[in-house]
């Protein structure tokens, strides 16, 4: 595998490993137009009419109605409408907001995906920490109770209901104790300066510490409600793969040379995360999913609340540009998983 390795080195891999590039990158394109038919389709399809949604009534006379569907573009056949709002995206143009005129749905997203940015990233942290330290322990003690209380906890946490255990932190942490926020970002007392709308490093790179605490203090709850379920996973992936290893050969021969157990266990579970590592890219999609639920748990303004908020007014502009976001993030983060297999193992760009 060395020699493979160093092999794709030369001329001839950097090539073949562009072109594996090109390819699964390409490969994004139909993922997002097949992704964005199907949400197309199935808003039409569902009974109700957005104007009304927005509205919030069932009567509204005739010559408005038909008034606000010309200018929304909704009055043209289904065809038409596919092409023209997909025509406007490949410009960089999400359209405005059906529920609030003039509302561009680009200034929304751009200031939304900081916030998902930010919780996934705490989030996945979080679930890592937690998956790799109850699975290399159950690892550990293999056979015994502690084995045996973290592969329940593995299998119960990945199945938990994230507004459910999100409501019971908040209220133990919350309401309870009054240790934690229960929703929100930042303080509305607050003031900060926003640079790339993630609020932990905007505090830091204008060196406000007490907008930085107040918004790691904001962070817990979330981070840890979606870290909790996400490391079920990992709990299992690790102790599987570090039980394997503790009873390899070269596991046997370290210990036969006297080598402290320590690093005994640390030479084990460097080897033990090498599959951990390539399943965190594929865990990213998991995220984004339950950010929609944690969003909505604790009001963090991300994409998933907004997504939430869209579809209950079922403003199909709005709605479809969310969705090519989300899938087009998904797909950026499966290429560079895929491409890390790919130096991983050179076979796979053939």
């Known amino acids: 595998m060395n020699q493979s390795f160093n092999a794709s080195l030369g001329v001839d891999g950097v090539g073949r490993l562009l072109r594996y590039i090109v390819v699964r990158g390409l490969l994004i394109i139909p993922t997002i137009l097949i992704l964005y038919t199907l949400v197309f389709i199935l808003l039409r399809v569902i009974p109700g009419n957005p104007i009304l949604s927005a509205l919030g009534t069932h009567y509204v006379p005739p010559e408005i109605l038909e008034e606000k569907m010309h200018r929304l573009g909704l009055d043209k056949p289904l065809i038409y409408q596919y092409f023209d709002y997909l025509w406007n995206i490949l410009h960089g143009d999400f359209g405005e907001s059906m529920v609030i005129e003039g509302r561009s749905i680009s200034r929304d997203l751009a200031y939304r995906i900081p916030a998902t940015v930010e919780l996934t990233i705490a989030g996945f942290t979080v679930s890592v920490l937690l998956g790799v330290a109850t699975g290399a322990l159950a690892a550990v003690k293999r056979g015994s109770k502690t084995d045996y209380a973290m592969r329940i906890y593995g299998i119960v946490a990945y199945t938990l209901f994230i507004p459910w255990l999100g409501s019971l932190l908040i209220l133990l942490f919350s309401v309870y104790l009054g240790w934690l926020p229960s929703g929100g970002r930042l303080d509305p007392s607050i003031s900060l300066d926003r640079i790339t709308g993630i609020y932990t490093l905007d505090a830091l790179l204008t060196g406000n510490m007490e907008a930085f605490i107040n918004a790691v203090k904001h962070l817990i709850l979330p981070s840890l409600t979606l870290g909790i379920v996400l490391s079920g996973p990992y709990t299992r992936?690790?102790?599987?793969?570090?039980?394997?290893?503790?009873?390899?050969?070269?596991?046997?021969?370290?210990?036969?040379?006297?080598?402290?157990?320590?690093?005994?266990?640390?030479?084990?579970?460097?080897?033990?995360?090498?599959?951990?590592?390539?399943?965190?890219?594929?865990?990213?999609?998991?995220?984004?999913?339950?950010?929609?639920?944690?969003?909505?748990?604790?009001?963090?303004?991300?994409?998933?609340?907004?997504?939430?908020?869209?579809?209950?007014?079922?403003?199909?502009?709005?709605?479809?540009?969310?969705?090519?976001?989300?899938?087009?993030?998904?797909?950026?983060v499966s290429l560079i998983v895929d491409v890390i297999y790919a130096l991983i193992d050179p076979r796979i760009r053939y």
């Open 237 to 332: 992936l690790v102790r599987s793969n570090l039980s394997d290893i503790l009873q390899a050969d070269f596991i046997r021969a370290y210990r036969a040379r006297g080598l402290a157990e320590r690093k005994v266990l640390w030479y084990a579970l460097k080897n033990a995360m090498i599959p951990v590592v390539t399943y965190m890219g594929l865990q990213f999609a998991i995220l984004l999913g339950g950010a929609v639920l944690t969003e909505t748990t604790f009001s963090w303004p991300g994409l998933g609340s907004y997504l939430f908020e869209k579809i209950q007014y079922r403003d199909y502009s709005a709605i479809e540009g969310t969705i090519m976001v989300f899938a087009f993030i998904v797909g950026i």
